[in-house]
T-cell receptor, first 110, second 115 residues
Framework: GDSVTQMEGPVTLSEEAFLTINCTYTATGYPSLFWYVQYPGEGLQLLLKATKADDKGSNKGFEATYRKETTSFHLEKGSVQVSDSAVYFCARGSARQLTFGSGTQLTVLP | GAGVSQSPRYKVAKRGQDVALRCDPISGHVSLFWYQQALGQGPEFLTYFQNEAQLDKSGLPSDRFFAERPEGSVSTLKIQRTQKEDSAVYLC?????????????FGPGTRLTVL
């Protein structure tokens, strides 16, 4: 079935470091791809999305590009902040459900 | 309200009790989803409604789980004869339409603990 494989954490970075969180997905059909973020004590929030191949989603300095050839949707940010500390989930979507990765815990130290 | 709301936020049940979890989606949203999130894991799909029709219930783990959305807005997830393995956070999400490109907006979840 459909699946998403996400880089395992936890990831600890210093402030202003470069972030990459890897995500690959099964290529069945033409899924939309999403990154959701869960801040401590809060619910899941959409961070960014891409709906077709070569699309780039971006928000709050985060970016991810829908790569069909490598079935990947890696999340990147050039300079992380302490406030980016959270759990990040990659997901692939069809009309009827989202399939999530297992999440990556990010801690950014000042 | 502005977002998806869920109640209760926390529920403790003794094994064998029945529980009912409520979801109020964003007003006017056609699609409603339930997910189960175990500790340290990503959410897993349970069921999907388009308006009042339950179009997919393939993720419900057993016949003890039942969901409804009778008027196409509020939804209730019911778990009968709860077991310890049912302990998890139950998330509700809604989206405006029924296309795969639509964003799903999540509620804060109900944390269920079965003793």
């Amino acid at each position: 079935g459909d699946s998403v494989t996400q880089m395992e954490g936890p990831v600890t970075l210093s402030e202003e470091a470069f972030l990459t969180i890897n995500c690959t997905y099964t290529a069945t059909g033409y899924p939309s791809l999403f990154w959701y973020v869960q801040y401590p004590g809060e619910g899941l929030q959409l961070l960014l999305k891409a709906t077709k191949a070569d699309d780039k989603g971006s928000n709050k300095g985060f970016e991810a590009t829908y790569r069909k050839e490598t079935t990947s949707f890696h999340l990147e940010k050039g300079s992380v902040q302490v406030s980016d500390s959270a759990v990040y989930f990659c997901a692939r979507g069809s009309a009827r459900q989202l399939t999530f990765g297992s999440g990556t815990q990010l801690t950014v130290l000042p | 309200g502005a977002g998806v709301s869920q109640s209760p936020r926390y529920k403790v049940a003794k094994r064998g009790q029945d529980v009912a979890l409520r979801c109020d989606p964003i007003s006017g949203h056609v699609s409603l989803f339930w997910y189960q999130q175990a500790l340290g894991q990503g959410p897993e799909f349970l069921t999907y409604f388009q308006n009042e029709a339950q179009l997919d219930k393939s993720g419900l783990p057993s016949d003890r789980f039942f969901a409804e959305r009778p008027e196409g807005s509020v939804s209730t997830l019911k778990i009968q004869r709860t077991q310890k393995e049912d302990s998890a956070v139950y998330l509700c999400a809604s989206s405006r339409d029924s296309r795969g490109t639509d964003t799903q907006y999540f509620g804060p979840g109900t944390r269920l603990t079965v003793l």
